[in-house]
Structures are given as structure tokens and as C-alpha cells.
Nanobody, 124 residues
Framework: QVQLVESGGGLVQAGGSLRLSCAAS????????MGWYRQAPGKQRELVAV???????NYADSVKGRFTISGDNDKNTVYLQMNSLTSEDTAVYYC??????????????????WGQGTQVTVSS
């Protein structure tokens, strides 16, 4: 019932910029953490950046100073501004959320949700 929809991926030249967005929709009680992960061909999925509902952020060392994660709590949306892109950034980028859905009970358990992914390709 809860869905994460990503947008903003595509082809960009080296040194360029791109902004990804991810909107969570459905029966949501609260969102604790949202973030971005990526998976390049032949490699494991890795954390790129995360942000909590209170605004705390964490970044992978490889993107510090180049990428910025931000969020809009009212819209249940997270953004990833990517600057100075290189070929090493080429990957499928996945949106992730740890959130509490509306279940019709008084239990407020958090679950992990993933988007379908959006392709980012950096050309030389």
C-alpha cells in the first residue's frame, strides 16, 4: 500500500549535476528515515546518503562535499542534489524509507520500503 516513486534520473555528462526526488505515498503514520542507495553493475548496493525526520544527515565518504540530501516532511519527499558527477557515480539509485504505516491497530512498528530505482548514467 505504501509506495516510493523516484524521478530525476537520466544521462548526464561528467562534471554535470542532477537532482533526484523520491515521494512516499499511501497510508503512512510517520517517516523516521529516508535515504538513497545505489548499485553499480557487479557491485553490492551501498548507502549514498540518509536523512532523519529531524534533519540529521549522513553521507558516504565518496560523495561528501558533492552530494546533498534534503527532505520535505510535509510532502513526504526526499531529494538528492548531485554535483561534480563522474563515471564512478553511474548506478541505479534506489530510494529507501524506514516508516510507520497506518495499520488499523495501536501498534506503531517501523518497516523498510524501497523504490524501484532510477538509472543515473554519467558519460565522459
Amino acid at each position: 500500500q505504501v509506495q516510493l516513486v523516484e524521478s530525476g534520473g537520466g544521462l548526464v555528462q561528467a562534471g554535470g549535476s542532477l537532482r533526484l526526488s523520491c515521494a512516499a505515498s499511501g497510508s503512512i503514520f510517520s517517516i523516521n528515515v529516508m535515504g538513497w542507495y545505489r548499485q553499480a553493475p557487479g557491485k553490492q548496493r551501498e548507502l549514498v546518503a540518509v536523512i532523519t525526520s529531524s534533519g540529521l544527515t549522513n553521507y558516504a565518504d565518496s560523495v561528501k562535499g558533492r552530494f546533498t540530501i534534503s527532505g520535505d516532511n510535509d510532502k513526504n519527499t526526499v531529494y538528492l542534489q548531485m554535483n561534480s558527477l563522474t563515471s564512478e557515480d553511474t548506478a541505479v539509485y534506489y530510494c529507501n524509507a524506514h516508516l510507520v504505516p497506518k495499520t488499523g491497530t495501536y501498534v506503531r512498528a517501523a518497516y523498510d520500503y524501497w523504490g524501484q530505482g532510477t538509472q543515473v548514467t554519467v558519460s565522459s
